[in-house]
C-alpha cells in the first residue's frame, strides 16, 4: 500500500515538472540588470547619491539613489550602450 502510494506521488511530482515551462526557470534574454557601488577617491562608499543610466540611442533615463552601504541597482535594463552618471552633494560628477 506505502509502495502504491508512493509510486503515484513521484509520477505525479513527474507529471508537473514535465508541464512546467522552462521560461520559468532562466532569465530573460532580452533584458540585464546594472548594478554598482558610489564610491569616492578614497574607496569611502558614499549614500543617498544620485544616479542616472541613460540609454545613448533614445536618450531614455532611469534614475535612482544609492542605499547606504552606496550601493545601487537598475533591475531590468534592454540591452543597449548607456551612460551612467552618479552626483551627491559636495562631489563632482
Known amino acids: 500500500m506505502y509502495f502504491k502510494r508512493a509510486a503515484y506521488s513521484c509520477l505525479a511530482l513527474l507529471f508537473v515538472f514535465a508541464i512546467m515551462p522552462s521560461t520559468l526557470h532562466s532569465?530573460?534574454?532580452t533584458t540585464g540588470a546594472v548594478t554598482g557601488t558610489v564610491t569616492?577617491?578614497?574607496g569611502a562608499v558614499i549614500l543617498g547619491a544620485s544616479v542616472t543610466l541613460t540609454e545613448a540611442a533614445t536618450g531614455?533615463?532611469?534614475?535612482g539613489v544609492s542605499?547606504?552601504?552606496g550601493h545601487f541597482v537598475f533591475p531590468v535594463v534592454?540591452?543597449?550602450n548607456y551612460t551612467l552618471k552618479a552626483t551627491a552633494?559636495?562631489?563632482r560628477t
Open 60 to 63: 531614455a533615463t532611469l534614475t
Open 78 to 80: 534592454a540591452p543597449g
Open 89 to 91: 552633494k559636495g562631489f
Open 27 to 29: 532569465q530573460s534574454p
Open 67 to 69: 542605499d547606504s552601504a
Open 40 to 42: 569616492d577617491a578614497s
